[in-house]
């Protein structure tokens, strides 16, 4: 089936430090989100993007849906202790989402 | 606006019995999806209702998961006899078929968390 590799798998960054993670597969996808995961709740949308080659910033966050339709990646820049959390890419072509494995961010102060 | 709920927010369970999560998603909501994380690895698709039909099973993984949403409401999702390898956190989501493209990704509840000895 399908499947999406996400790296890196954790970082451990300093306050105010930019942040880069990514998502690939081998299949297209019509659609890229970006979700992140506080401990105990369920994932939360960050960005969603729907063209090839499309840029998407929301805040500090920046994401990119690759021209390939195969890959995306999110930016965070100046990160801040509440950027902590499980950060997860997904594709869509249908109705149901493909996730990557996610990339846990931890920021010291 | 409430979100998407779940209950149990945890569940324990011995091996051989049964339980049953239940999921209340966002008023309006036709579509409702169920997911599934075990320990450490990605969020997998479950099942994919469109209000109280099921339009995508693809993901259940046998017979001892059965899904239900009566009336096109909240869905139960009942295992039966759980097994070890059911641990995990459950997730359910719901969408809009109606909106901007974003009011129609799918917000997702706070999850269950099962837990079978």
């Known amino acids: 089936g399908q499947q999406l590799n996400q790296s890196p798998q954790s970082m451990f960054i300093q306050e105010g430090e930019d942040v880069s993670m990514n998502c690939t597969s081998s299949?297209?996808?019509?659609?890229w989100l970006w979700y992140k995961q506080d401990p105990g709740e369920g994932p939360v949308l960050l960005i969603a993007l729907y063209k090839a080659g499309e840029l998407t910033s929301n805040g500090r966050l920046t994401a990119q849906f690759g021209t390939t339709r195969k890959d995306s990646f999110l930016n965070i820049s100046a990160s801040i202790p509440s950027d902590v959390g499980i950060y997860f890419c997904a594709g869509r072509n249908t109705g149901k989402l493909i996730f990557g494995q996610g990339t846990t961010l931890q920021v010291k102060p | 606006e409430a979100g998407v709920t779940q209950f149990p927010s945890h569940s324990v369970i011995e091996k051989g019995q049964t339980v049953t999560l239940r999921c209340d998603p966002i008023?309006?909501?036709?579509?409702l999806y169920w997911y599934r994380r075990v320990m450490g690895k990605e969020i997998k698709f479950l099942l994919h209702?469109?209000?109280?039909?099921?339009?995508?099973e693809s993901g259940m993984p046998n017979n001892r998961f059965l899904a239900e949403r009566t009336g096109g409401t909240y869905s139960t999702l009942k295992v039966q006899p759980a097994e070890l390898e059911d641990s995990g956190v459950y997730f359910c989501?719901?969408?809009?078929?109606?909106?901007?493209?974003?009011?129609?990704?799918?917000?997702f509840g706070p999850g269950t968390r099962l837990t079978v000895l």
């Open positions: 299949s297209i996808f019509n659609t």
């Open positions: 989501a719901s969408s809009s078929r109606s909106g901007g493209t974003s009011l129609r990704e799918q917000f």
């Open positions: 209702f469109v209000k109280e039909s099921k339009q995508d």
């Open positions: 008023s309006g909501h036709d579509n």
